[in-house]
């Protein structure tokens, strides 16, 4: 191949043209050693992009894991490429922020991967990266904190924070309707405030609440941990001795916001989490606390990303696609857990 023709196939992977030729080449084990799930296994073996096909080398970069959300999004990742014979994984350790993650996302850029799968500490502070990334020739996967600039990335896929909240308040209307509560408190424990995903879960909370007729009475934000989770939700409880409804937008910070509750002995309204821990599921399932519902913000998404990336390394669009390449966005759908359902969703929980 000459290298005229070399570099219009790389084009075609980062800027979605037709998938090239399909001549498959033996390849090797990925280099991690964790056991994919079931499910993982189970979409590795789906249809016709089942068939193995070039080697693919995946870079991969996230966030520490201190939150259980972003451990399961970097668990799911390494076990998703293990479902592959034909994708080889690196990690390269993030750093404790934006800036430490920039320096040493060089070191994947060094490496020339197919393909990079990126959780930015914050989209917008790492958007310079995916440019960079792309003008080098490698496709960048944007995952979940987004890159403002479209140049940025190949692809996008991202949980809906706007959805969450339109979710939460829509579970939270219907209750208090099909309870006749006139004039209900409703009170909000948000995540981090300078995220632009929280923004988005906000005001996707609001502008439902008040397509109801509803209005949040207190809102607090939290840092996404069980400590400050039971922190805001202490000082919640003192600033309003009577509540109907809350929402808490993360299931991790959530552990001190039922921790708070229940030192105070109050139970007298209900409770919607967010994003879906496992150890939610199990208490709305056991249906012994405030807590009744969760909304989705899954890091299966981190799995997609793998499998997605895999393709655009190797020039293939989905099977049940019509397209010939990987959509340039995937934003996924947030659901509501409730007690009748939770069994569906268990293993999908982190």
């Known amino acids: 191949m000459t290298q005229h023709s070399r570099d219009m196939s790389r084009r075609r992977l980062l800027f979605g043209g037709a998938a090239v030729g399909a001549g498959v080449i033996l390849a090797g084990c990925t280099s991690n050693e964790q056991a ?29 894991a201190d939150h259980g959300w972003i451990a399961a999004i970097t668990n799911n990742a390494k076990e998703q490429a293990a479902a592959y014979s034909d994708v080889e994984f690196n990690i390269v350790e993030a750093g404790a922020d934006a800036a430490a993650q920039r320096a040493v996302l060089s070191t994947l850029i060094s490496q020339r991967p197919d393909v990079i799968v990126l959780l930015p500490h ?39 924070n706007y959805g969450m909240g339109v979710s939460a308040a829509t579970y939270i209307a219907e209750q208090l309707k099909a309870k006749g509560v006139s004039n209900p408190v409703i009170a909000e424990i948000a995540g981090m405030d300078e ?18 007729g509803l209005k949040v009475e207190n809102r607090r934000a939290a840092r996404f941990t069980a400590d400050s989770g039971q922190q805001e939700a202490s000082q919640l409880l003192q600033a309003l001795p009577k509540i109907d409804a809350i929402w808490n937008h993360d299931d991790d910070q959530g552990i001190g916001v039922l ?37 989705t913000y899954s890091p299966s998404m981190a799995s997609s990303a793998i499998s997605l990336a895999r393709l655009i390394g190797q020039g293939r669009g989905m ?17 509501t857990i409730i007690k009748e359902n939770a069994s569906d969703y268990l293993k999908l929980g982190f």
Request: proline fraction near 4%.
């Open 195 to 212: 995220l632009e995903l929280t923004q988005e879960r906000t005001q996707g909370f609001n502008d439902t609440l008040t397509q109801h």
């Open 36 to 64: 994919p799930t079931e499910a993982q296994t189970k979409a590795a073996d789906n249809g016709a992009n089942a068939e193995p096909g070039k080697q693919v080398k995946i870079g991969f970069s996230a966030p520490a």
């Open 259 to 295: 921790a708070a509750i229940s030192q105070a002995n109050r139970s007298e309204f209900f409770m919607v989490g967010g994003a879906g821990s496992k150890k939610a599921m199990e208490d709305i399932q056991a249906d012994n606390t405030v807590l009744k519902a969760t909304v």
């Open 319 to 335: 099977s049940d696609l019509v397209e010939l390449q990987v959509p340039k966005e995937i934003v996924l759908a947030s659901e």
């Open 122 to 160: 914050d989209g917008k502070e790492l958007n310079s990266f995916g440019l960079e990334a792309m003008q080098a020739g490698i496709p960048v996967v944007n995952l979940d904190r987004a890159f403002p600039d479209a140049k940025a990335y190949r692809l996008q896929i991202k949980g809906d």
